[in-house]
């Protein structure tokens, strides 16, 4: 992979994708991060579906702090491991509100010390919420990376690493909402459509598949 094949490829998706954003329904940096750490091992539409109310009565961190646990699990009970997720966001919240004085940080070193925040959903919070470069590796950007061949390695840590070397500082951002756009649509983790996929010429995967035909 070099830095010329890369950007071929994030402008292509770019071009073919449009304007992206992200798919979770958020207002502000408070929505933002509690709709992310529900998102784990979750659907987006999931969390979506149970946001609204949560955000309703407990509209920002100092009100979910003070939250009985049994509301906020009667609430969230739609996402998966509601109950972990509940302990997470009320903790989360004392946190942000005992130790940041009720400002949410900025830095991935702060932010993945709040609960159910990882090193993924930090770099969400930092590129979606803070406009900060950074890019969020989650399934998608994982399967995709290492089809496309930016690397070959499972790990997460490393795609990013691998990413930021190739990708121009400037498409952090929108790489990331492209790559998860192009995972749901065109290149699942079962039978990618490579025949249609607009960089099938820039992909290794694709073009061993296209050279089958
Ligand atoms: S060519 Fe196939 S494997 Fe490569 S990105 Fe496109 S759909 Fe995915």
């Keep these: 992979m070099n830095r010329t094949r890369a950007v071929k490829i994030i402008e292509k998706l770019a071009v073919y994708y449009g ?14 991060t509690i709709a992310v750490v529900l998102s784990a091992q979750t659907t987006d539409k999931q969390v979506n579906s149970v946001t609204p109310a949560l955000f309703k009565k407990y509209p920002d961190f100092r009100k979910l702090a003070n939250a009985s646990i049994s509301d906020v699990e009667n609430i969230i009970r739609g996402v998966g491991l509601y109950k972990t997720k509940t302990g997470n966001i009320i903790k989360l919240s004392k946190m942000v509100i005992n130790e940041f004085k009720g400002k949410l940080p900025d830095t991935m070193e702060e932010l993945i010390r709040l609960p159910g925040v990882g090193r993924k959903s930090a770099n969400v919070i930092l590129s979606i919420g803070y406009n900060k470069p950074a890019i969020a590796v989650d399934t998608h950007v994982l399967r995709i990376s290492n089809r496309i061949g930016f690397i070959d ?23 990331h909402l492209l790559l998860i756009k ?18 099938n010429k820039l992909c290794d995967f694709g073009k061993k598949e296209m050279s089958l035909i």
């Design 19 to 32: 304007e992206t954003k992200a798919d979770l329904s958020f207002s502000g940096l408070y929505e933002l």
């Design 153 to 175: 390695s499972p790990d997460p840590v490393k795609v990013e690493t691998a990413l930021m070397s190739f990708i121009p500082r400037k498409y952090w951002i929108k790489a």
């Design 182 to 199: 192009h995972g749901r649509n065109i290149c699942p983790a079962r039978n990618p459509e490579c025949n249609d996929c607009p960089v």
